[in-house]
């Protein structure tokens, strides 16, 4: 594991203190479910369901071009 030293304004210190205290974490163990949580969040956002395109390839070809 790396260890880091990270600035925090003191209002969001306190709040991560206190909502690590109900949800019954460390402070530490806190921050690292809430980063877990987040990233997960986003990476599912970037990959729709089923991992394919979100929308078609666009047809090819112009109005005309349909087999006669």
Do not use: K, W, Y
């Not at 210190?13 to 921050?31: P, T, Y």
């Not at 956002?45 to 078609?56: E, W």
């Amino acid at each position: 594991m790396v260890r880091i030293s990270l600035r925090l304004p003191e209002e969001l210190h306190a709040r991560l203190v206190e909502q690590a205290a109900r949800d019954r974490r460390s402070l530490n163990s806190q921050i690292l479910h809430l980063l877990e949580e987040t990233l997960d969040a986003a990476e599912s956002d970037t990959h729709p369901p089923g991992d394919g395109p979100a929308f078609p390839d666009p047809l090819r070809g112009g109005p005309d071009s349909s087999p006669a």
